[in-house]
């Protein structure tokens, strides 16, 4: 009997270590810095220790040596800082609960009324063999993912750490009091108060874990908006520094040729060969880069969002007309000022595109005096629009088309306590923003 129990001890000791080291593996992503010879060795020591343990004490001792010569695997084996020894005492509670969940299954598979395993070290042993090829299957998917994505590994501050472990506690605290209910043995009523107890306390936290978890989520949803309009900003800046850069190129070039230039036009003129000369001139118009294709606010984030929205109207046939300057420092931030644009002048632009008899034309007018920002942004309409406080309801029959672009100007408008109204009139739409 005493083989038994060894041979017993011994598979399940291994399959233990083995879960513990893909856990760190294909959950954190953490690494074994140790050859596999090292990992044998480490078996094999485990399994002379676990002998003599067996041979001269109780086995139940032999569950407590598993636990604890384990820890040698985050110290020994696992690259990383001392938190894998936190990481190691969480990797056990999942593991643990992923072990009753295999006996579960295990323990109730049955054929005809009879069950289909019986001896109860091999439904252990099956019940490890499932956490195994749960861990196999996700080391799998991480395989596959890894040959499109770079994994990278999983770091964790502290505030996770005991939100994880919570609602591993909570887990097993419930899943114990199970296993003891189902197990048939009598139940006083004190155990039933402290299950109860139990219970409950468990279910407050994972609605704790839950609140919290919504709204970091929350809180990343709105990180990560904030990330794409910022890279949208970078992109507009570098759009149109280039620009500027290609036309001051241009300049050069023409004023390298000026000379050239005016000992043309003032051949053209002794000989009073006119035509040639407004041709001549019309060129020069043209090919200089001294004239200005759109007008511009003075204020480079601005000019940035009006000069990649010019491009995208001119397309669609749609010409806007800007009016009042922005200096290049003032109290509102770029990053805000580019929102604000953005949003109102690019729903501008796609209203004025759809439409069909009247004509295409924004009227952008901006001015900023005294710490005192003022903007509006006209455009014709063909449809109904029904304008409630600063709520506004369309005929169109896409009416969620502008929801965020208004939203997130409503936004910056709040920050610095100004106003911002709606009207319609005339077919024609107008906002207006006055902070």
Known sequence: MMVYAYIEAIILMVMEFTKYF???????????????????GFYVLAALLQFVIITAADETWVGIFVLCFGLLIPIYFIEGSMKKIIEYVLIVAAVSIMDIWGDIIIDHLYIGGGYLIEVDVLKTILGNLLSLIVLGTIAAVRIIRNKKYKNEPVFLSMTQYFIIGIGLVSSLLI????????????????????????????????????????????????????????????????????????????????????????????????????????????AIHVYSGLYESKRLVGN???????????????????????????????????????????????????????????????????????????????????????????????????????????????????????????????????VEILM
């Open 300 to 430: 480079t984030v601005v000019d940035a969002v009006i000069y990649d929205l010019c491009k995208i109207a001119e397309k669609e046939g749609v010409a806007i007309q800007v009016t009042g300057t922005i200096p290049a420092e003032c109290t509102i931030e770029p990053y805000d000022l580019c929102i604000l644009f953005s949003n109102l002048l690019s729903n501008a632009v796609e209203a004025s595109a759809r439409l069909q008899e009247k004509e295409k034309v924004i009227y952008l007018d901006v001015y900023y005096y005294n710490n005192q920002f003022y903007l509006s942004v006209k455009n014709n309409v063909e449809w109904e629009v029904s304008i409630e406080g600063d709520k506004m309801t369309t005929s169109k029959d896409d009416k969620s088309l502008h929801g965020f672009g208004v939203y997130n100007a409503k936004q910056v408008v709040e920050k610095y306590g100004g106003k911002i109204t709606f009207t319609c009139q005339d077919d024609i739409f107008k």
């Open 175 to 282: 899943l114990a009091g199970m296993q003891y209910i189902f197990a048939g043995d009598e139940i006083s009523a004190q155990e039933k108060t402290a299950w109860y107890f139990i219970s409950a306390s468990a279910g407050c936290m994972y609605v704790a874990l839950s609140i919290y978890q919504t709204l970091t989520a929350n809180r990343a949803e709105q990180y990560r908006k904030q990330t794409k309009e910022y890279e949208e900003f970078m992109r507009l800046q570098a759009e149109y520094t280039k620009s500027i850069m290609e036309r001051d190129q241009v300049l050069r070039r023409f004023k390298h040729d000026m000379h050239s230039h005016f000992t043309v036009i003032s051949e053209y003129c002794k000989k009073e060969r006119y035509h040639e000369l407004q041709d001549y001139l019309a």
């Open 22 to 40: 893909m856990a760190y593996e294909v959950i954190l992503g953490r690494k074994r810095n140790k050859s596999l010879i090292h990992v044998v």
